[in-house]
Structure formats: C-alpha cells, structure tokens
C-alpha cells in the first residue's frame, strides 16, 4: 500500500494522508460523489473532478505496480535477475519504459534472430560486437560456424548480424531515446490512396505533412478515419542520419577493424527493420491515445453543459418536431410533464397550410395555456421558427419559443424507455414529447438517452468506446448527485445514476413506489428490496423529498448528520463561528458549513444559479443589426473552423475560430458547446446580400 500511495503521490498534487483515506473509502466501496460530498474533511475536500482523476492515477498505478511484480517474476524464471535490473524495474515510472526493460526477456516467436541462435550462431554475433577483427579474419571465423542448417559463410554472418539487429531493437535506452525523437521531431507524412475521393472529405489532407509534436487531436482523429476509410495513408518519418550518426559514434566499439561495417549494417537492419516500425505503432498509439483522451474530454465537458441547462418549470410546454413532409409533430406537456395532447400541422412546404396550422395551435393554446414552446433544431426548424413568429405577429399569439437540440429524440422515441413510458403513443409523438420535456428539465430527459446519440460530440465513434463510455456515465453520475434528485417523481433511469443506486435498485425504487405511494421519508429506502445499507449511505444525501415528514429530507444534509443540524434550529446562521460550532457538535468545519448552506436554502438547485433559457416571439431582421453592436444567441453547431449560433434572423452568425479567445485554442470545442447561451457577442461584420453576419466573443 506504500508503494501504491507513493507512486500515486508522485503524480497528484494531494497529500499523502488524504491519498491514503481516499483508497480506504473507495475499498469500503464509497462512490466518487458520496466521497467527494460527504468526506470532505478525510480529503482536504477534494472536488469529484479531482477524485476522477485519483481515480484514474490509482488505477494506472496500480496496474503498473501488479505488472511490475509480474515483469520481475517472468524475468527470474527465464533469466538472471540482477539488482541492475531490479533496480531498473522499480524506478520505471510508465508501463512504456517498464516494457522495453521486459522486452528481451519475452518467450519469442520464430524470427531471424531466434533462428539464427537455434544453429548455433550466438558466439559469432558476439565476436561481430566486439568488432576486433578485420572483414577478412571474421569471414575465416565465420567459415567454422558452417554446418546444419548454415550453408555457407555468408548465412553465418547474416544470422549473426540478424542476432545482434533484434538485441539493438530491444535496448530500452536506445527505444526510449528514438521514441522521444519520433514524438519531438517526427513528421507525419500524408498521402492520398489508389481509393482516394478527389472531392471527399479528406481532399485537404492528401499530400500535407503534420509535425507529430504539434498535431492537434481532433486533425489526428480525422486522418485516421481517413486510413480507415482507406482513402489515406499516413507514414512517421524522421532524421534518419541523425540516428545513424549516433549509432557509429556510440554503439561501435572506438578501436574497432574493419568488421565494424558488418556491425553497423546489423544495427541499421535493426533501426529500420525492427525498431523504427515498432516505435512507430507505438507513437500511432501514443497520439490515438492523446486524442482520444481530450476528443474525450471536450464530450464531457459537452455532455455537462447541456445536463446542467437550467430547468423551464412552472410552464405548459409545446413540443415541436418539424418536418416538411410529413407535417410538424406537437406534443404539450404540463407544469409537471404529464403529457397532455398531440396533433400535427403543416405550415412549411409542400403544404404549406398556415391557416390550418395556425387554427390548431391557437385552439391548443386557449385549451392549455401554453406559455413556452421547444421547436426542434432539425430539418424545418427554421421554417417553423418562422411560422410561430408569424403567428405572433399577425395573431398577437404571445407563444414564447426557443430552439433546443433534438439530438437523440428519435433514439429515445423508439427505445424500450420510451415504449414503456408512452405504450399507445406513435413513435413521432414521443420525439415532440421529448423535446418539450428536455426544456423542461434536461437532465431528467436526457439521461434516458445514449450520450452518444446527443450530437456534442465529434469523432464519438473514433474514440475508445470503453473510455468514452466511462467519462460520459462519470460525468453524468457526478451532475445528477450534485443536483439531487426528487424519488417520487424521477424516471428509473435518472434514479440509476444516483450514488449506490445502479439500474437494479433504481427499477426497484419504482416497484416500490408503485405498491407503496410516495417516499415521506428517506429512511423508506431501506425497505426497497436490494438496497442495504451501504447503498443508503451512498444514496441518501442525494436523494430529495418535496412533501417529506422531516424537513431535512429535502436537502443535501445526510442523515447521519441531522442530529447536528437539529441542534442548529433558531439559531442565526448567518453568525455563527463556524469553527467553534463544528468542535461542539464533534462533526468537520467544511460539513457544518455544508449544513448551513442546505439549510438556508433548502431544496435547493443549482442549476438555478446558471443563466436562463432565452425565449423570442419573433425573427430578427438582418437590417436591424449594426457592426460593433451586441447581440446575444445559442450555439448550434461547431466545426473545426468555427461556431454557428442563432442570434435571431434566418441565417446563424459565424464565429471564427481566431475570434473565440484571448487564448490560443485548437479547436472550437475547446472553447464553446452545442447550445451554449451566449449573452453578449459583438457583430464583425454584415453581408446583407449572402445574409451572413460574422461574429466575435473577444
């Protein structure tokens, strides 16, 4: 355990004693947000993004530290152990290096060198190494090794070049230096295949050359989809003089014959055969690796913004799903998302019915009261957006809208979640239902989606799915809890991301919820069959109870703490010394203040904090904008050059990419999401004749 929390130590910035109760909660079975929330005092009140990556460190270190014992086992059964190598071995810091330490002493398959041992040939390749003897006189020693399988003098030397060429490969000082020159000062040379698409979408690529060192992630990720696509090929290359130069200097002996060219030939059959192609798969890896990790990175940080989109409460909501042909689909959804009534109308080509559209929407409106309206972002969104702001205008209809991302709904309209929740509705109606409910409440609607499936993302199918899979149900996990979650009116779905839960208890929540009524207390939950009392632990801080007996039921405080927060009762919070307070009732000063907070606001959202959806009831007219004057839009989509954000009139505006930050930035993504408000951005500039405005964040 030492070892493991040393090494670990050694690549986080926390102290020793909090990596140590860090690893005692996660080996009780602690999750990340119960840690991160409610053992604060044991962490130095480590984040649940900074516990994610403990979480990531302790299981890589951990898997060096087992492969290591694994390295050192494997090499005492095949060969010496030294304290050398021993030595070695316990201060390699990366599986990388851990690996080339190893990789001499791997069980081979049958190669040239192994080949060449099996005649016989082992002491000839060290009498080539020693490079003592002239052409000439290595020749005549060679001539003795000729019997077996070796036929002549010339396969003698050849097998031992070959030995010596598979022991220069396997140098671990040797791999590591090239692989540091491949990475540092490689380039990756891009070329066009005999299946190349002139016009596709890799037409930029053919024939370009990227520096290894620099390549943003996202052009790596686009260059092996087009190797994959078998349009390009891509090749690492580098100085190879350079390293041919060193190999004369330091790797032939100073005072060698001239037996030193049968050497250098072995070693340069070695660099270019054996080591420069092994090195280069692994600095192919290196790089997916890399990419993967931030393409990763940029979907969470996505995938956080759209959950965290603050709630539309309080609102009778008309979902709509718009199309051309086959009409728009509406859907209504009450205060508290019960579905209402659907139809469709068709404002927008071929049809083109405004007044049977409006006469509909009209009728529902006075029916329900609809006081905000979701329109899909997808095909005849804008078309629709148009009929709305004409119906607002000429029928004075006051039906507030906005646009959200309707990414996924037709996932969800057929999935079993939806079937189960909606069984006698036609899958189009359950699309208008989920983007009105995804106004709603997008994290309640969301979650019931495959992050994937959610547009946020770019290259999601390029990316190790096993990672991308964990860093999306993470970061979900990690909002849910830190919103909190109403048991008696959330989904199963949002129920399984809760700390302790999963899809099992969660389905049994709803079982029991079903039989029983509505939780009043969260003590309740220990009757739910499978849910014991380590998952109590876990869940009960994060779960809320709107019409709860015990007013604590509905915030954040845990119950093992509401002894303490009784004793709070009456007092004037806002002056108590914290400090005094938290050693008179024995609990930590950043849980009592934890306390407090939830009692001054009980029931609390922190989404509520964040900026407001923007609603409109009209189009903007391109005429009315100005250069240098502000305006305020959603982000709708993203490229690799820039951002198109609706700021009100037909056509999006554009952000350049150089206009995003004061920083400099690789990629769009790293600095703006989908459907990301923006409050203020500045009109560039205005082509009234194309309709494009260009737009600037800085």
């Given at each position: 355990m030492n070892k493991l929390i040393q090494q670990i130590a050694s690549k986080t910035k926390l102290k020793k004693e909090h990596i140590a109760n860090i690893l005692k909660l996660l080996n009780e079975g602690s999750t990340i947000p119960f840690i991160a929330r409610y053992r604060k005092e044991m962490t130095g009140e480590a984040s649940d993004e900074t516990l994610r990556d403990f979480e990531g460190i302790y299981m890589s270190a951990k898997k060096l530290l087992e492969r290591k014992e694994e390295v050192l086992r494997l090499i005492a059964e095949r060969a010496t152990?030294?304290?050398?190598?021993?030595?070695?071995?316990?201060?390699?810091?990366?599986?990388?290096?851990?690996?080339?330490?190893?990789?001499?002493?791997?069980?081979?398959?049958?190669?040239?060198?192994?080949?060449a041992i099996t005649n016989g040939l082992t002491p000839l390749a060290e009498t080539l190494e020693r490079a003592k003897l002239s052409i000439s006189e290595f020749e005549t020693e060679a001539k003795k090794f000729v019997k077996g399988e070796v036929k002549s003098a010339h396969e003698a030397i050849k097998g031992a070049q070959d030995i010596l060429a598979e022991r220069y490969a396997e140098l671990p000082r040797e791999r590591e230096a090239i692989r540091n020159t491949l990475l540092h000062h490689g380039i990756l040379e891009i070329k066009s295949t005999k299946t190349f698409d002139t016009n596709g979408i890799f037409k930029n690529y053919a024939g370009k050359s990227e520096k290894v060192a620099f390549i943003p992630s996202h052009r790596y990720l686009a260059l092996m989809r087009g190797v994959n696509e078998k349009e390009l090929s891509v090749k690492i290359t580098t100085d190879l003089e350079r390293i041919e130069n060193n190999i004369k200097e330091y790797k032939i002996p100073r005072h060698a014959s001239s037996s030193k060219e049968l050497l250098f030939e072995a070693y340069k059959d070695g660099l270019k055969r054996l080591l420069l192609p092994s090195l280069e798969r692994e600095v192919h890896a290196i790089l997916k690796e890399k990419a993967d990790i931030a393409a990763i990175d940029v979907f969470g940080k996505n995938l956080s913004q759209l959950l965290m989109t603050p709630p539309v409460t309080k609102r009778v909501i008309l979902g709509v799903d718009p199309a051309f042909m086959s009409g728009c689909k509406l859907a209504l959804i009450d205060e508290n998302a019960n579905y209402l009534e659907?139809?469709?109308?068709?404002?927008?080509?071929?049809?083109?019915?405004?007044?049977?559209?409006?006469?509909?929407?009209?009728?529902?409106?006075?029916?329900?009261?609809?006081?905000?309206?979701?329109?899909?972002?997808?095909?005849?969104?804008?078309?629709?957006?148009?009929?709305?702001?004409?119906?607002?205008?000429?029928?004075?209809?006051?039906?507030?809208?906005?646009?959200?991302?309707?990414?996924?709904?037709?996932?969800?309209?057929?999935?079993?979640?939806?079937?189960?929740?909606?069984?006698?509705?036609?899958?189009?109606?359950?699309?208008?239902?989920?983007?009105?409910?995804?106004?709603?409440?997008?994290?309640?609607?969301?979650?019931?989606?495959?992050?994937?499936?959610?547009?946020?993302?770019?290259?999601?199918?390029?990316?190790?799915?096993?990672?991308?899979?964990?860093?999306?149900?993470d970061v979900t996990t990690d909002l849910v809890n830190r919103v909190g979650v109403d048991i008696n009116s959330a989904s199963a779905s949002l129920l399984s991301y809760v700390a302790g839960v999963g899809a099992k208890i969660a389905q049994n929540i709803i079982a029991f919820r079903e039989e029983e009524g509505n939780f009043t207390a969260k003590n309740q939950l220990l009757k739910v069959k499978g849910l014991g009392k380590k998952a109590y632990e876990q869940a009960a801080g994060f779960i809320r109870i709107k019409d709860a007996k015990n007013k604590l039921d509905n915030t954040g405080v845990h119950p093992e703490s509401y002894e303490a927060a009784k004793k709070l009762e009456g007092l004037e919070l806002e002056k108590l010394d914290v400090s005094e307070k938290a050693k008179e009732l024995n609990i930590g000063v950043q849980t009592l203040?934890?306390?407090?907070?939830?009692?001054?606001?009980?029931?609390?959202?922190?989404?509520?904090?964040?900026?407001?959806?923007?609603?409109?009831?009209?189009?903007?007219?391109?005429?009315?904008?100005?250069?240098?004057?502000?305006?305020?839009?959603?982000?709708?989509?993203?490229?690799?050059?820039?951002?198109?954000?609706?700021?009100?009139?037909?056509?999006?505006?554009?952000?350049?990419?150089?206009?995003?930050?004061?920083?400099?930035?690789?990629?769009?993504?790293?600095?703006?999401?989908?459907?990301?408000?923006?409050?203020?951005?500045?009109?560039?500039?205005?082509?009234?004749?194309?309709?494009?405005v260009s737009l600037s964040l800085l």
């Open positions: 152990l030294t304290d050398a190598i021993r030595q070695n071995i316990e201060e390699a810091d990366s599986l990388r290096i851990l690996e080339d330490i190893y990789r001499p002493y791997k069980e081979k398959k049958n190669t040239r060198a192994t080949t659907s139809c469709v109308i068709y404002p927008t080509e071929p049809k083109k019915d405004y007044n049977g559209a409006k006469t509909k929407v009209l009728a529902l409106a006075k029916k329900y009261n609809i006081t905000a309206v979701a329109i899909g972002n997808g095909t005849a969104s804008r078309e629709t957006q148009e009929f709305f702001a004409r119906l607002n205008s000429d029928e004075k209809a006051g039906l507030s809208y906005t646009v959200v991302s309707e990414a996924g709904a037709s996932v969800y309209s057929a999935s079993k979640v939806a079937q189960d929740e909606y069984p006698n509705l036609d899958v189009t109606i359950r699309g208008a239902i989920s983007i009105a409910a995804r106004l709603r409440d997008p994290m309640a609607t969301l979650v019931k989606i495959d992050p994937k499936s959610l547009g946020i993302g770019q290259y999601q199918h390029d990316v190790d799915q096993k990672l991308l899979e964990k860093k999306l149900g203040r934890d306390i407090i907070k939830e009692l001054q606001k009980p029931g609390f959202d922190p989404r509520e904090e964040l900026p407001s959806i923007p609603f409109k009831e009209g189009l903007t007219d391109i005429k009315m904008l100005k250069e240098g004057s502000f305006v305020s839009g959603v982000v709708r989509n993203i490229t690799d050059f820039g951002a198109f954000v609706d700021i009100g009139f037909k056509n999006d505006g554009m952000i350049h990419i150089s206009k995003m930050s004061t920083k400099r930035i690789n990629h769009p993504l790293e600095a703006l999401a989908l459907n990301q408000y923006l409050p203020q951005i500045e009109v560039v500039s205005i082509d009234e004749e194309k309709g494009k």
